[in-house]
């Protein structure tokens, strides 16, 4: 009798076991690359499929597959190595690819151009381009994430002038950038961009005014069309595609008016009609009534998104001290969307010079507002009835020199101050791209500045204004009487704030 081999079946038995496992594990591995991560096959460590085979998985948008091309990081020739697919990475591939596929269905992109990616970290759009056969495609950030992603210069891109077919910027990356490097990537890509090529910008500009704020940015294109899309992600569910097309040398100042008219915007004219309403009659008690009207005020930050602003500018005119409404006020209560406001006093009075030497981020301007460049009398007016102290200070107003106040309506101090054109200081200062806000408080000088404002077109430069009209109004000392320090009416302050709600101008009642 033979003695039973049991060796051989034994390693058999384990060869089939090993056989079966290997199976199983490529089986798994494949249905996780294709149905966890959404990877084609060739992206991975192994598989078994040809590197042509393709099909579509439900929810990525028509026409898109899971085939994906190698990285290049040139126009030619494949590279590597490739960046961590993480599920957020590859969502944001195929959102892409989903994206551009439609801009070249719309013809702003081709096979051929040459293109360009701004502010992506990694390089999601790049990657996308690449694989729909875009290959001339690269990415910009300030750290390089290659090969898909080149690192920018502080003070600039590696490109020369007019070298891109089509720029890209994705996400709401520009919403979120700072003002200087918003300035920055605005500035580089109309440098970069070809004439008559195309950027394709994403981001929020959820209302009226801050699309057409991003629109003012880039003075070197036209608007050829802006849609609303469904986002990726729940950070941005919503994105506003706008696609500028850089206008061709004779075009580029076509839109430039006289330097002393404007016309404000309509979109700006919609914020007026959000307003508070005004208060239209002449109140018995303006120290209180004005007073208690500032809880009524729509402030523009609250009804619109001032992202995309080149500067943020509060200029106080008439400032007195530091604490009457840069500190007290605009400091605290103002809405800034966490923006960094240039603040400028401008203030006639020399007794406040002195706390603004230690004010950090304001910069005084120790002359007059006024129509014109001379030197005027600056008047500082004592109510009557009231008892002045050692530190307080009246109300000061300007007049011309040569021009005599009548007796009855001067009971105070008088000093020479040099007065400036402030419109035109105002037009040199600032430009449409920035975001102005503005309060006079001028003890009845506004009665010659706002008219001048609006000669000159400079009102148009000025977002939000918060004015204090001055008129002949009932004395708190005094019942019955009123101040003699003023001629001007209530009725002419109405006409005042009406006139610049009428042009479009958003001013409020200030007290």
Same mark, same amino acid.
């Given at each position: 009798?033979?003695?039973?081999?049991?060796?051989?079946?034994?390693?058999?038995?384990?060869?089939?076991?090993?056989?079966?496992?290997g199976?199983?594990?490529?089986?798994?591995?494949?249905?996780?690359?294709?149905?966890?991560t959404?990877?084609?096959?060739?992206?991975?460590?192994?598989?078994?499929?040809?590197?042509?085979?393709?099909?579509?998985?439900a929810?990525?948008g028509?026409?898109?597959?899971?085939?994906?091309?190698?990285?290049?990081?040139?126009?030619?020739?494949?590279?590597?190595?490739?960046?961590?697919?993480?599920?957020?990475?590859?969502?944001?591939?195929?959102?892409?690819?989903?994206?551009?596929?439609?801009?070249?269905s719309?013809?702003?992109?081709?096979?051929?151009?040459?293109?360009?990616?701004v502010?992506?970290?990694?390089?999601?759009?790049?990657?996308?381009?690449k694989?729909?056969?875009?290959?001339?495609?690269?990415?910009?950030?300030?750290?390089?994430?290659?090969?898909?992603?080149?690192?920018?210069?502080?003070?600039?891109?590696?490109?020369?002038?007019?070298?891109?077919?089509?720029?890209?910027?994705?996400?709401?990356?520009?919403?979120?950038?700072?003002?200087?490097?918003?300035?920055?990537?605005?500035?580089?890509?109309?440098r970069?961009?070809?004439?008559?090529?195309?950027?394709?910008?994403?981001?929020?500009?959820?209302?009226?005014?801050?699309?057409?704020?991003?629109?003012?940015?880039?003075?070197?294109?036209?608007?050829?069309?802006?849609?609303?899309?469904?986002?990726?992600?729940s950070?941005?569910?919503?994105?506003?595609?706008?696609?500028?097309?850089?206008?061709?040398?004779?075009?580029?100042?076509?839109?430039?008016?006289?330097?002393?008219?404007?016309s404000?915007?309509?979109?700006?004219?919609?914020?007026?009609?959000?307003?508070?309403?005004?208060?239209?009659e002449?109140?018995?008690?303006?120290?209180?009534?004005?007073?208690?009207?500032?809880?009524?005020?729509?402030?523009?930050?609250?009804?619109?998104?001032?992202?995309?602003?080149?500067?943020?500018?509060?200029?106080?005119?008439?400032?007195?001290?530091?604490?009457?409404?840069?500190?007290?006020?605009?400091?605290?209560?103002?809405?800034?969307?966490?923006?960094?406001?240039?603040?400028?006093?401008?203030?006639?009075?020399?007794?406040?010079?002195?706390?603004?030497?230690?004010?950090?981020?304001?910069?005084?301007?120790?002359?007059?507002?006024?129509?014109?460049?001379?030197?005027?009398?600056?008047?500082?007016?004592?109510?009557?009835?009231?008892?002045?102290?050692?530190?307080?200070?009246?109300?000061?107003?300007?007049?011309?020199?040569?021009?005599?106040?009548?007796? /009855?309506?001067?009971?105070?101090?008088?000093?020479?101050?040099?007065?400036?054109?402030?419109?035109?200081?105002?037009?040199?200062?600032?430009?449409?791209?920035?975001?102005?806000?503005?309060?006079?408080?001028?003890?009845?000088?506004?009665?010659?500045?706002?008219?001048?404002?609006?000669?000159t077109?400079?009102?148009?430069?000025?977002?939000?204004?918060?004015?204090?009209?001055?008129?002949?109004?009932?004395?708190?000392?005094?019942?019955?009487?009123?101040?003699?320090?003023?001629?001007?009416?209530?009725?002419?302050?109405?006409?005042?704030?009406?006139?610049?709600?009428?042009? /479009?101008?958003?001013?409020?009642?200030?007290?």
């Amino acid at each position: 009798m033979e003695p039973t081999i049991g060796k051989p079946n034994f390693l058999s038995n384990i060869l089939v076991k090993v056989l079966l496992f290997g199976v199983l594990i490529i089986i798994v591995r494949f249905a996780y690359i294709v149905t966890i991560t959404g990877e084609s096959c060739n992206l991975g460590g192994f598989c078994f499929l040809p590197e042509n085979f393709s099909f579509v998985i439900a929810g990525t948008g028509a026409g898109f597959s899971t085939a994906n091309r190698a990285v290049e990081s040139t126009s030619a020739g494949p590279s590597g190595p490739y960046p961590s697919k993480s599920k957020d990475w590859i969502k944001a591939v195929h959102f892409y690819s989903d994206i551009f596929h439609d801009l070249v269905s719309d013809g702003y992109l081709t096979a051929i151009s040459k293109t360009l990616c701004v502010e992506t970290p990694y390089g999601e759009e790049v990657f996308a381009l690449k694989e729909i056969g875009i290959l001339d495609s690269i990415g910009i950030y300030k750290k390089a994430s290659k090969p898909l992603v080149i690192s920018s210069k502080e003070n600039g891109w590696p490109f020369d002038e007019n070298s891109f077919d089509f720029i890209f910027s994705g996400g709401d990356r520009l919403d979120k950038a700072s003002q200087r490097q918003l300035d920055l990537t605005v500035s580089e890509i109309q440098r970069t961009l070809k004439p008559e090529g195309f950027f394709v910008a994403h981001v929020i500009a959820k209302d009226k005014y801050s699309l057409n704020s991003f629109l003012d940015l880039f003075n070197s294109c036209k608007l050829i069309k802006s849609l609303d899309i469904e986002g990726y992600n729940s950070s941005m569910p919503f994105i506003r595609e706008i696609v500028l097309q850089k206008k061709v040398g004779s075009e580029v100042h076509s839109d430039v008016t006289s330097e002393n008219t404007c016309s404000i915007p309509g979109y700006k004219r919609d914020l007026v009609r959000h307003a508070e309403s005004l208060i239209m009659e002449e109140p018995l008690k303006p120290w209180i009534t004005l007073k208690r009207n500032i809880k009524n005020i729509k402030y523009l930050p609250a009804m619109a998104d001032i992202s995309f602003k080149s500067r943020y500018v509060y200029v106080d005119v008439g400032a007195r001290s530091y604490g009457s409404s840069i500190g007290s006020w605009f400091k605290k209560q103002y809405p800034k969307q966490n923006r960094t406001f240039d603040v400028y006093a401008i203030e006639a009075d020399k007794a406040f010079y002195g706390e603004y030497r230690v004010k950090k981020g304001v910069k005084l301007l120790p002359y007059a507002a006024w129509v014109r460049n001379e030197t005027l009398r600056f008047e500082i007016n004592h109510d009557p009835g009231k008892k002045v102290k050692d530190k307080a200070r009246g109300m000061g107003r300007i007049q011309p020199v040569k021009s005599d106040s009548s007796p /009855g309506s001067f009971n105070g101090e008088v000093d020479e101050i040099e007065g400036f054109d402030f419109a035109e200081w105002l037009k040199s200062t600032v430009t449409e791209r920035d975001f102005v806000v503005m309060k006079m408080d001028v003890e009845g000088t506004e009665f010659d500045l706002i008219p001048r404002l609006l000669e000159t077109g400079a009102i148009c430069l000025i977002d939000e204004i918060f004015l204090e009209c001055h008129y002949s109004r009932w004395q708190r000392c005094c019942p019955g009487q009123r101040s003699l320090k003023y001629e001007k009416t209530y009725g002419q302050c109405l006409d005042l704030f009406t006139s610049l709600r009428d042009r /479009g101008v958003l001013v409020h009642q200030w007290w």
